[in-house]
């Protein structure tokens, strides 16, 4: 062994250190993005292909039978509707399992908490990298819609801006659910109860028009079909005070999963 | 001090894992926190970074007061942990970059650190392998290279040579040594009685969550065992005379497993131990006395 180097001296003027610090939050970033270079191919392709055979299969499936939905050409309709889909598969399923596998297998959390970063840190900027990766994934589909006729338009550059949001929002529903399971197999109970029911009434296959009532008012209470809804705006037009209510939605919903994994995964890691 | 710990407590549930526990680690020493599995070593270490809370007691770590400033304590600590917790995807050089990051090294010094940290753990050609596919001994010297990539002034080893061969264990023993040598505070929890003896400047025995005994290990084994042992072999029927004799005499004694070490000579009141092999007392003597010879 050679030679070690000379402990540094303390820095007592920087004695206080703040909640949310710009510098924790980039070290866990960096740790992130650092191991993403070792997997970016495999998620990006079950992130991009699974809603893009979504798209095709549904397009060309339901499209031969139906021209139009709501107003809409049926592609241009589920093409913009795949895209709270690819957000979902690429947010709270990378949350649940990835925070889960690092906590509980990979302690990868007890090593990151040892350094000056706090659970407020650490939950904050796993979603927040998990958000930047939704919102690049979501845009999949609408690309490949594209070329299957849905016309470009200005405000599909908001794009993006949506899927973060839900993204963010789906990322810290994922840590939660994480923190509240004790094994990894009851995963299953979440994805089947609540994960599937969302993903199919949320208006992204066929319009929540068509449903009962009570699944019409329970949509409200479903951000992925605020997150469609705000994609459709983007795309073909936005529907004044409606639109800024399913923003508010979106916005309320991430808030609130945000505050709630970190609460529960503080419960998790600290005794 | 680097660290000070006063009346201690860490409860979970209806157990108590820290009891009123009492440390002091002073500035540029090694002490050795030395107990049986589930004496509270780990959770020890867990509440000095805040990992857990202490229901009572005071804890200060470099001057700070835990866990209302651990954030900033952590700044200037490095943990090795027991359990191994690399980023095994990603190269040696990746996870000291990592770690970089997380401990805030200003961005112009953030190379040097890392070719230090490579240099000083001896892993400086293996910069590039990626860490699943390095040997134990070299993980367990990433891990250590890890924890001080930031130049820390205190460092915490929860068991660092724990399952790992003996020359592997005497390589991290040197590099520990030179850790303490240039000045940085050392805590190590250990159940390998050698390793306290050999690294630590003081050990403190720990049992059942409390602290039975701290000392220089020198002054430990004179105190509770005395200068010599008598190692006395045979029959199970017969060590268990041995053992009585020893007792009603006023001696201590440990079963080994193949014998019985009769301790604290100087203190026979029946003419003396038996005839037996002597060899110099040791730290394992006073462990065995102070925590016990059952197994948890």
Redesign the interface.
């Known amino acids: 062994m050679a030679a070690t180097t000379a402990p540094a001296q303390p820095v007592r003027a920087r004695r206080r250190i703040g909640r949310l610090e710009r510098s924790a939050l980039a070290g866990v970033l960096v740790r992130e993005i650092i191991n993403y270079s070792s997997y970016w191919r495999s998620v990006t392709f079950s992130s991009t292909v699974e809603p893009t055979i979504y798209l095709l299969a549904f397009g060309f499936g339901f499209g031969s039978l139906v021209s139009t939905v709501a107003g809409y050409d049926y592609v241009e309709f589920v093409g913009t509707g795949t895209v709270a889909t690819a957000v979902l598969f690429s947010s709270v399923f990378a949350a649940m399992f990835g925070t889960f596998v690092k906590r509980e297998f990979q302690r990868t959390y007890d090593a990151i908490l040892a350094a000056p970063v706090d659970t407020e840190e650490l939950v904050t900027a796993e979603a927040l990298w998990i958000a930047i990766r939704a919102s690049v994934y979501g845009c999949a589909p609408l690309i490949v819609s594209m070329f299957f006729g849905l016309d470009p338009a200005w405000g599909m550059l908001l794009v993006p801006g949506i899927c973060f949001i839900t993204g963010f929002g789906w990322a810290s529903a994922g840590a939660l659910i994480s923190a509240l399971m004790k094994s990894i197999d009851n995963f299953s109970y979440v994805t089947s109860t609540l994960i599937t029911p969302m993903f199919l009434v949320a208006g992204t296959f066929f319009p929540i028009s068509g449903l009962p009532e009570w699944a019409q008012i329970a949509a409200w209470f479903n951000p992925l079909y605020h997150c469609v809804e705000l994609v459709r705006g983007a795309c073909f037009g936005f529907d004044g005070w409606v639109d800024v209510a399913h923003l508010g939605v979106l916005l309320f919903f991430a808030v609130l999963m945000w505050r709630l994994a970190i609460w529960g995964t503080g419960r998790r890691l600290i005794d | 001090m680097a660290i000070r710990l006063r009346g201690v407590v860490?409860r979970?549930g209806a157990i108590t894992a820290v009891n009123g526990f009492d440390l002091d680690v002073p500035e540029g020493t090694c002490v050795g926190l030395l107990g049986p599995n589930g004496a509270g070593k780990s959770?020890t270490m867990?509440l000095l970074?805040?990992?857990?809370?202490a229901d009572e007691g005071t804890i200060d770590v470099?001057?700070?007061d835990l866990p209302k400033?651990s954030?900033?304590a952590?700044?200037?600590m490095g943990?090795v942990?027991q359990?191994?917790?690399l980023?095994?995807?990603?190269t040696v050089e990746?996870n000291l970059?990592?770690?970089t990051?997380?401990?805030?090294v200003p961005r112009a010094q953030r190379r040097e650190?890392i070719e230090?940290a490579l240099?000083?753990?001896?892993l400086a050609d293996r910069r590039d392998t990626r860490a699943d596919k390095l040997s134990g001994g070299m993980r367990r010297r990433l891990l250590i290279a890890?924890a001080?990539v930031?130049?820390?002034?205190l460092v915490l080893l929860d068991e660092p040579t724990v399952g790992l061969d003996p020359q592997v264990r005497q390589?991290l023993w040197?590099?520990i040594d030179?850790?303490r040598s240039?000045?940085?505070s050392i805590l190590m929890s250990t159940h390998y009685i050698e390793e306290a003896e050999r690294l630590a400047d003081t050990v403190t025995i720990m049992s059942h969550g409390e602290a039975v005994a701290t000392g220089r290990p020198a002054e430990l084994i004179e105190q509770h065992a005395g200068r010599e042992a008598v190692e006395v072999y045979g029959a199970p029927a017969k060590l268990r005379e041995v053992e009585a004799a020893a007792r009603a005499g006023g001696m201590s004694t440990r079963r080994t497993g193949t014998s019985v070490a009769i301790l604290r000579l100087d203190d026979a009141t029946n003419g003396g131990p038996p005839e037996g092999e002597r060899r110099p007392a040791n730290l394992e003597d006073v462990f065995v006395l102070l925590t016990g010879e059952e197994i948890a």
């Open positions: 860490k979970f959770t867990k970074t805040a990992q857990a809370i470099l001057g700070y400033d954030k900033v952590r700044a200037e943990v942990p359990l191994d917790n980023d095994t995807t990603l990746q970059r990592v770690f990051y997380l401990y805030r650190r230090a240099e000083m753990a001896n890890r001080l930031h130049r820390p002034r390589e040197a590099l030179a850790l240039e000045g940085t």
